[in-house]
């Protein structure tokens, strides 16, 4: 990053002075603080091993809360800090790393410069590990290639105002991950205790409660925000972005998919399916840039977004039929116990957003904001309550949890 900050022309193309400027701050900016990125997953690490990482999960939210609200601060009223804001965001990478530090050693009572120490080769660790890692290895490469690859390739082959139209969505695909990377990342601990103690009945159980535990608490909001699309673009930062609607759409219809797709890749890593951890990274990457070079010449920059979308379907489908191989389920009997009863909620929700997006008020400004997220948050609820009346798994989990809740709320 500091090489390329010298440089920035190298990566993107027809920038001006200040441009360059601004290019060269942020890159040298994201060099700085990317020893935060290594905290996280230590911390992630050492708050899942214990079970205890939704203590971790709320100062990230916290975070990512707070990047989310300083967009007003940052854009609007005729400004446009980008470097401001790219600033604010890893200062708040940075606090959440710091209190999760704190945690950690008052919480836990865990000793870090042990940890320090601990830094050293262990061949009896590396016997135990060496085919995940290798895997971990790939995996990341084909991530790169899938998620961080695009922008500089559009900025190199198109320039850098096709980078900002496609950011906006891509901004929201970060936001979306990170945020389900939230909702599932307990379950790797789950998943993996069930397979040390060979209770795989407990597995398939629990697997099941997962997918359609988070069925409409990741469906039903990219179903919402993709159709009303327009109006969170215009409101959230303006409408000198409205030709990224289109493609904001799609990139969000990329997490439509992810209740299969997530739970099913924490399994296939906790059975150590090393020949299915492959094939499942590198779809992504292969259809992905091999439909942009077919298509690219007459689809232009929203190829970049519909092959995004169409490589996450082919790549959720692929889970599915994997996870179902190795729990050993019926697929037939899988779709009907955790899609069919879906239908008639994410129709109604469908619905509800095509007749109400024409009255959601437009305007970049934080009243029309909230307006915005109040009426879609509205229509989830629908959806939710409707999918209790269709789901008879998520309702016997909803009346547990509510009967587990009743001693409590009683006692105080």
Not at 212 to 240: K, R
Request: with cysteine; aromatic share 16%.
């Amino acid at each position: 990053m500091l090489g390329i900050s010298f440089r920035p022309d190298l990566i993107v193309n027809g920038l001006k002075p200040d441009e360059t400027k601004t290019a060269s701050t942020l890159l040298v900016l994201l060099a700085l603080f990317s020893p935060t990125f290594i905290l996280q997953r230590m911390l992630q690490v050492i708050f899942s091993v214990r079970m205890e990482d939704y203590h971790f999960q709320r100062l990230l939210i916290v975070s990512n809360l707070c990047k989310i609200l300083s967009t007003f601060y940052f854009f609007g009223r005729g400004e446009y800090s980008l470097v401001g804001y790219f600033l604010f965001t890893q200062i708040c990478n940075a606090v959440a790393m710091i209190a999760g530090l704190w945690q950690v050693k008052k919480r836990l009572n865990y000793d870090l410069f042990f940890l320090l120490r601990s830094f050293k080769y262990s061949r009896e660790l590396f016997d135990k590990t060496k085919k995940l890692a290798f895997s971990s290895v790939f995996l990341t490469v084909c991530w790169i290639l899938y998620y961080q690859l695009d922008p500089f390739v559009i900025g190199k082959m198109i320039g850098a105002d096709a980078v900002a139209v496609y950011a906006i969505g891509l901004t929201m695909l970060t936001y979306i991950r990170s945020l389900y990377g939230i909702l599932f990342s307990p379950f790797t601990a789950r998943f993996n205790h069930y397979l040390g103690a060979n209770d795989i009945e407990g597995l398939k159980r629990v697997f099941v409660n997962v997918l359609v535990i988070t069925l409409p608490l990741t469906l039903f909001p990219v179903i919402c925000l993709s159709i009303t699309s327009e109006a969170l673009v215009i409101n959230w930062v303006g409408h000198g972005y409205a030709s990224s609607v289109f493609i904001t759409q799609l990139l969000i219809l990329c997490y439509s998919l992810s209740f299969i797709s997530s739970p099913a890749g924490i399994l296939i890593m906790a059975y150590e399916k090393v020949k299915m951890i492959y094939v499942t990274s590198a779809m992504l990457p292969v259809i992905f840039w091999v439909g942009i070079a077919v298509t690219y010449s007459f689809w232009g920059l929203t190829s970049f977004a519909i092959f995004k979308l169409l490589s996450f379907v082919l790549s959720a489908l692929a889970y599915f039929f994997m996870s179902c191989k190795l729990l050993q389920f019926n697929v037939k009997d899988t779709i009907r116990t955790v899609l069919l009863p879906a239908v008639l909620p994410a129709l109604a929700v469908i619905i509800s957003c095509i007749f109400v997006k024409s009255y959601i008020p437009i305007g970049h400004n934080r009243l029309n904001l909230f307006w915005y997220l109040l009426i879609i948050g509205t229509i989830c609820l629908m959806g939710l309550f409707l999918y209790y009346i269709c789901s008879r798994i998520f309702r016997k989990y909803v009346l547990e949890m509510i009967s587990q809740l009743k001693p409590k709320l009683f006692f105080k």
